[in-house]
């Protein structure tokens, strides 16, 4: 009986592995969403204390500086699945062109702030508000 139990838990196990490849990787792009979504709050959270005066020039450098490489490895992560079927290369590239989005936002941020542009980062606001509001709904898949 504990030896049929054993088997059992195990086949289960193993098929729980098995999973379908499109939801491995809708999985995938839910999770590198909403971590790039958090790099991009986070930026657009730093242009707006910094036009508000509530963060100095320097902290508000080097917290997009770290999004930006959040933002990167995000991207980074999802671009590295593989595809299998028409459905999941469909899905791979808009969630790889809404990751290209956010990441060219948050690097427009990064350069115009080493530049000494607020007015140019705050041009970025609108895009970091539409690139979260697509990262979240991508987020969302798995849920």
Not at 26 to 46: D, G, I, K, M, Y
Not at 53 to 66: C, E, R, S
Not at 100 to 119: C, S
């Amino acid at each position: 009986m504990r030896r049929a139990v054993a088997i059992a838990l195990l086949a289960l196990l193993i098929l729980s592995g098995c999973g379908n490849p499109d939801q491995k990787l809708r999985s995938a792009a839910a999770q590198s969403a909403r971590e790039a979504a958090s790099e991009v709050n986070t930026t657009r959270l730093a242009v707006e204390q910094l036009r508000a005066n509530h963060l100095w020039k320097q902290p508000a450098g080097q917290i997009v500086k770290d999004a930006e490489k959040g933002v990167e490895s995000a991207a980074s992560s999802f671009t590295a699945q593989q595809p299998s079927t028409e459905t999941s290369t469909r899905l791979y590239e808009q969630v790889t062109k809404t990751l290209d989005d956010a990441t060219t936002a948050v690097t427009a941020v990064r350069i115009a702030l080493g530049n000494d542009d607020l007015a140019a980062a705050e041009q970025q606001l609108p895009a970091l508000r539409r690139s979260s509001a697509d990262l979240g709904r991508i987020g969302e898949l798995t849920q």
